[in-house]
């Protein structure tokens, strides 16, 4: 199917382990994002990527790692989990000029 | 850096108008947008606005642009039950790809 996938959809983790969320997109977008949600800050920024090897910090990149080898995959990980961390996380992807962003359907993380 | 406000909550009778306001910081916006999310959703745009516009309308929604007081605002004509939902103001800067959110206002319709 065409679009952005997120998965998992939910995630319990303990703190301190290590936890990956991925993002897949079946359009080929240049530009692919993480934001977090969370209650009163609406969407924040953590890490964007303008291109495959291409990718910027944004607001709140402490604690995550991204990487994106492929065009269509950009895989967000948090190396030791800590409770800050829960959120829902969503990836986004645009492409070139285009002026619309397409979101996923988010990823509910929980760190006990 | 930039910011975006908004009012968390705002209540409205089926069949009224509704208005969702919001203001912010960055005078070099180029473009504004208004995402809608349904619950357990993701976001998805509703409407957009260049910054030399001041007003945009598509079908029931109404967008509104101050660039002097740096404010937008999107009008709901004839509020539906189904337009109950998030809405998150948007600001986009320059080139720049990525978007600066509000904090959401959540629109809760009453019958």
């Known amino acids: 199917d065409a679009g952005i996938t997120q998965s998992p959809r939910y995630k319990i983790t303990e703190t301190g382990r290590q936890v990956t969320l991925m993002c897949h997109q079946t359009?080929?977008?240049?530009?692919m994002f993480w934001y977090r949600q969370d209650l009163g800050h609406g969407l924040r920024l953590i890490y964007y990527?303008?291109?495959?090897?291409?990718?910027d910090k944004g607001e709140v990149p402490d604690g995550y790692v991204v990487s994106r080898s492929k065009t269509e995959n950009f895989p967000l990980t948090l190396e030791s989990a800590t409770r800050s961390q829960t959120s829902v996380y969503f990836c986004?992807?645009?492409?070139?000029?285009?002026?619309?962003?397409?979101f996923g359907q988010g990823t509910r993380l929980t760190v006990v | 850096g930039e910011d975006v406000e908004q009012s968390l909550f705002l209540s409205v009778r089926e069949g009224d108008s509704s208005v969702i306001n919001c203001t912010y910081t960055?005078?070099?916006?180029?473009?504004l947008y208004w995402y809608k999310q349904e619950p357990g959703a993701g976001l998805q745009l509703l409407t957009y606005?260049?910054?030399?516009?001041d007003m945009k309308q598509d079908q029931r929604l109404t967008v509104l642009l101050n660039k002097k007081d740096k404010h937008l605002s999107l009008r709901i004509a004839d509020t539906q039950t189904g337009d109950s939902a998030i809405y998150f103001c948007?600001?986009?800067?320059?080139?720049?790809?990525?978007?600066?959110f509000g904090s959401g206002t959540q629109l809760t319709v009453l019958p």
């Open positions: 359009w080929s977008h240049s530009y």
């Open positions: 948007a600001e986009r800067s320059g080139s720049a790809r990525q978007l600066t």
């Open positions: 990527s303008a291109a495959a090897d291409i990718t």
């Open positions: 606005i260049f910054s030399n516009m």
């Open positions: 986004a992807s645009s492409e070139g000029d285009r002026l619309e962003a397409f």
């Open positions: 960055d005078s070099s916006s180029t473009y």
